[in-house]
């Protein structure tokens, strides 16, 4: 019989969290996460999209592109008692 992780040891993430993007030479924006890895983040929506520009895909504009990890000097992931607008610390 195989072995289950106790419902406490398994991370529990939030689907399709918000975050806060600081690029180089950028003022930090925010988008949603839909997935990450270490070539970088699939975002979806807010400046940070509409920054990016690139997003037209076989010639559908659409509002998910790719961010490359080397773009970012950081990201912080929105907790749920954080308040949207406020720049972090």
Same mark, same amino acid.
Not at 21 to 50: D, P, V
């Given at each position: 019989?195989?072995l289950r992780a106790?419902? %406490?040891?398994?991370?529990?993430?939030?689907?399709?969290?918000?975050?806060?993007?600081?690029?180089?030479?950028?003022?930090?924006?925010?988008?949603?996460?839909?997935?990450?890895?270490?070539?970088?983040?699939?975002?979806?929506?807010?400046?940070?999209?509409?920054?990016?520009?690139?997003?037209?895909?076989?010639?559908?504009?659409?509002?998910?592109?790719?961010?490359?990890? &080397?773009?970012?000097?950081?990201?912080?992931?929105?907790?749920? &008692? %954080?308040?949207?607008?406020?720049?972090?610390?």
């Amino acid at each position: 019989m195989a072995l289950r992780a106790k419902r %406490s040891d398994v991370q529990q993430t939030k689907a399709n969290p918000r975050a806060t993007f600081k690029l180089f030479g950028q003022a930090a924006m925010q988008a949603t996460i839909l997935s990450r890895n270490r070539a970088g983040f699939w975002i979806q929506g807010g400046k940070l999209a509409e920054l990016l520009g690139s997003c037209d895909y076989s010639g559908v504009d659409v509002d998910v592109c790719f961010l490359s990890a &080397n773009e970012v000097e950081w990201y912080k992931v929105a907790t749920a &008692n %954080s308040h949207a607008g406020e720049p972090g610390k």
